[in-house]
């Protein structure tokens, strides 16, 4: 418990807190412009997943890898008895909450269409949020991935990596089976049923659950576990970071 303490209080007040909501308003406002009331809601969804959400995560993760670098370089964690485990369960914890915090807020803008134009809305109330939520839990894997990056390569590659890959991936393989074998497929192989949204961001009209939702979350979260063990969360962590600090005696219980 004290270590997720200890992350939210690096992000309290910070550019953090209000990307999550900044993020969703401003592919609102986007959809809004493009497709008017009558297509705002799907295109939403669709520009959140296919665009936005992937370069958020992006910089959610070297935020909070700055946050450390600027605090001294991650000196203070080497230096003391922490549970380095816990260190980054903690840090990958707290960035998911704010990614369905983020989800919660996007879920919001679009039930505003259900506010306003009622005639045109596609989506219930319930349905933005368990879209929103589910296409969050589709794009959990990517905060592992990204905070590597963000130790390896700094903070603008991973946000080109990952918004390039989120763009292109689903376009290219989205139709194919090999889609099913890209992560950055599933948040689109997701929205397809629980949605009504094809791969090329069009309305299908058909809004059903199916057993593929079902498949693609637990992929996700299982390549989540798999990349925070591997590549964060276990003896790694100082390859990872590539720094040059005493090596301290660590409490691992």
């Not at 969050?136 to 990517?142: K, N, T, V, Y």
């Amino acid at each position: 418990m004290k270590y997720l303490k200890s992350e939210y209080l690096k992000f309290k007040r910070t550019i953090s807190s209000k990307l999550l909501w900044i993020a969703p308003l401003l592919t609102a406002l986007f959809a809004w412009i493009v497709g008017g009331f009558t297509g705002f809601q799907y295109m939403t969804f669709y520009w959140w997943y296919a665009f936005l959400l992937p370069g958020t995560v992006a910089i959610l993760c070297a935020l909070a890898h700055q946050k450390e670098e600027r605090a001294g370089k991650y000196y203070s964690v080497f230096s003391m008895p922490l549970n380095l485990t816990k260190f980054e369960a903690a840090k990958a914890i707290v960035l998911a909450e704010k990614l369905v915090v983020a989800a919660l807020f996007l879920a919001a803008f679009v039930s505003i269409g259900n506010l306003i134009s009622p005639a045109t809305a596609v989506y219930s109330a319930g349905r933005n949020i368990l879209g929103s939520l589910g296409i969050a839990l589709a794009s959990i894997w990517q905060i592992p991935l990204c905070l590597y990056l963000a130790r390896k390569v700094g903070m603008v590659l991973p946000i080109v990596i990952n918004s390039v890959l989120g763009i292109f991936a689903p376009m290219m393989l989205g139709s194919t089976t090999l889609g099913w074998l890209c992560p950055y497929c599933w948040a689109a192989k997701l929205a397809e049923p629980l949605m009504g949204i094809e791969i090329n961001g069009t309305f299908s009209g058909s809004v059903a659950f199916s057993s593929a939702v079902l498949v693609v979350l637990a992929l996700s979260l299982l390549l989540f576990g798999v990349l925070a063990q591997s590549v964060i969360f276990c003896g790694q962590f100082n390859t990872c970071l590539s720094v040059s600090l005493p090596a301290p005696a660590f409490a691992l219980v």
